[in-house]
Structure formats: C-alpha cells, structure tokens
C-alpha cells in the first residue's frame, strides 16, 4: 500500500504561476522527500526535509511539513515549462514508499 | 543519472520465457533497488540489497527474484514472465545513514513489455 497520497494528482497552470502539490502519509517518519519525474525518465531527487523541520526552500522550491497531521507541500515558484513533469513524495529509510504522484502541466 | 545504467532499455517477450534486467552502477553505493512503475501505482518497491549478496523483499516481490555478486551489478530475474509483469522497471542506488541520509538515484528505466 502506499504511505504517501499526492494531491491533486494532476495540475495544469501557466508559466510564472506558482504550482502547490500536497502529499500526506500514513505512519510517522524521520525525513520526507520529493522527486521529479520527467516524461520517460528516471526519477530526480528534489528535496529533503527532516521530521524536526518545519520548511525548507532551494532554489525556487519550497517544502512544508506538518508532523502533526502527517502532511508535506511541494511549492514551486514562478513555474517555468520545464517543470513539467510528475512529482512524487517519498518517506521511508531504507526502504522508501513512493506516493502516486502529481502530474504538472506547464503551458507557456 | 549517469552513473546508473540499466540494460535493456526496451524487452518485448512473450509469456512463459525467463527475462533478466541488468544494473550497473558506478557510484560505489551500498544500496540497490528494484522498482516498478504502473499507471496508478507509483512506484513499487520489488527488491532491494544493502550489500554484495545480501538482499530482501520489497512490496511486490512475488514472481521476481534478484541477485547480487558484485557491489555495481544488481540483476532482476522474471522466471517466467507474464502479462502482469508489462511494466516500467527502474533501478535505484544509494546510501544510507551519516550525511548521505537516504537520497536515492535512478537509472533511466527498462520498459518490458510481456505478451
């Protein structure tokens, strides 16, 4: 089963808008991170953010977590055409749990 | 994703015949992951190693099984292969623990497709 839920699962904005992904999981963590995924490609490694950490930006990403009701938002500012792509938590040590993604769609 | 290859990159096969998918990496790390990527799904964990012939199930083991000789090869192997298992398999690597903490890389995926 899957540990995080992606929301919504999918988003369709323009160029310079900002793009806000919600994911929620089930269990309690040590570190949450989200991954970008373009068409026909592997996964990418965005982000981490600790469970003792409330926000945490890079670059023009900024990601939330609130331990308390077992949720994490992915913003992306001034979104660009080359974000598209789908976007997937991960929570997990060893082992990671993927959630079912959310696919953005950037138009210029 | 350059230092994590896959091979093949594309499989047809039909069902009933044996399939190995290869990974080769030359990051040095000590963890290898099996994934699968189905519409809906996500990502599945099928098998992991965290070490040179040391591994486990993951989520969605059954059907599969993998080996590992060497610290860079991670071999899946489909015994025999069925319509259930069409489907877009990714390789990941990574480290785990101190600073590395558990970031993962992937390789660019094989799409196996079993008719």
């Known amino acids: 089963s899957q540990q995080g839920e992606e929301d919504p699962q999918a988003l369709s904005i323009q160029e310079g808008e900002n793009a806000t992904m919600n994911c929620s999981y089930k269990?309690?963590?040590?570190?949450l991170q989200w991954y970008r995924q373009n068409s026909g490609r592997g996964l990418v490694h965005l982000i981490l953010?600790?469970?003792?950490?409330r926000e945490k930006h890079s670059g023009r990403l900024r990601v939330t977590l609130d331990t308390s009701k077992k949720s994490s938002s992915l913003l992306i500012t001034a979104s660009r055409a080359a974000d598209t792509a789908s976007y997937f938590c991960?929570?997990?040590?060893?082992?990671?749990?993927f959630g079912t993604g959310t696919r953005l769609l950037v138009s210029p | 994703d350059a230092g994590i290859t896959q091979s093949p990159r594309h499989k047809v096969t039909e069902t009933g015949t044996p399939v190995t998918l290869r990974c080769h990496q030359t990051?040095?790390?000590?963890?290898m992951y099996w994934y699968r990527q189905d519409p809906g799904h996500g990502l599945r964990l099928i098998h992991y190693?965290?070490?040179?012939?040391?591994?486990d199930k993951g989520e969605v083991s059954d059907g599969y099984s993998v080996s590992r000789s060497k610290t860079e090869d991670f071999l899946l192997t489909l015994e025999s292969a069925t319509s259930s298992q069409t489907s877009v398999y990714f390789c990941?690597?990574?480290?785990?623990?101190?600073?590395?903490?558990?970031?993962?890389?992937f390789g660019p995926g094989t799409r196996l497709t079993v008719l």
């Open positions: 991960a929570t997990g040590f060893q082992k990671l749990v």
């Open positions: 269990t309690s963590i040590n570190n």
């Open positions: 953010i600790r469970s003792n950490e």
């Open positions: 990051e040095n790390h000590r963890y």
């Open positions: 190693s965290y070490g040179v012939k040391d591994t």
């Open positions: 990941a690597t990574g480290q785990v623990g101190g600073r590395a903490y558990n970031e993962q890389f």
